[in-house]
């Protein structure tokens, strides 16, 4: 299974990004998305999930409003609109995908919880 996001890169404060995830080597359609990041000298902290079937979406409280996941399941993307920016959503951004098929629970905000991971993509806010 390989995950491939991009989208990152440097932004003023207020402004938006759009994340991509393109995965490859599983039935994209059948496993939950999710997406995390982790700032500099900080844990990996949870931001975003989207259930297989995309009917279902769950938010980190603080970007929660401003941050939108979704899916296309035809493309085996999963999207992360990033809008209205802050300084302290400076991270680096990893999409990841649920380890179990058709899951249809509530549990997708730990990292233990996915069993593969992308490279990370970089996001920069300045203030």
């Known amino acids: 299974v390989q995950l491939q996001a991009s989208g990152g890169g440097l932004m003023q404060a207020g402004g938006s990004l759009r994340l991509s995830c393109v995965a490859s080597g599983r039935r994209f359609s059948t496993y939950a998305m999710g997406w995390f990041r982790q700032a500099p000298g900080k844990e990996r902290e949870f931001v975003a999930a989207i259930s297989w079937g995309g009917s279902r979406t769950f938010y980190a409280d603080s970007v929660k409003d401003r941050f939108t996941i979704y899916r296309d399941n035809v493309k085996n993307t999963v999207y992360l609109q990033m809008n209205s920016l802050k300084p302290e959503d400076t991270a680096v951004y990893y999409c990841?995908?649920?380890?179990?098929?058709?899951?249809?629970?509530?549990?997708?905000?730990?990292?233990?919880?996915?069993?593969?991971w992308g490279q990370g993509t970089q996001v920069t806010v300045s203030s």
């Open positions: 990841a995908i649920r380890g179990t098929e058709y899951y249809s629970g509530s549990s997708y905000y730990t990292g233990s919880e996915y069993d593969y």
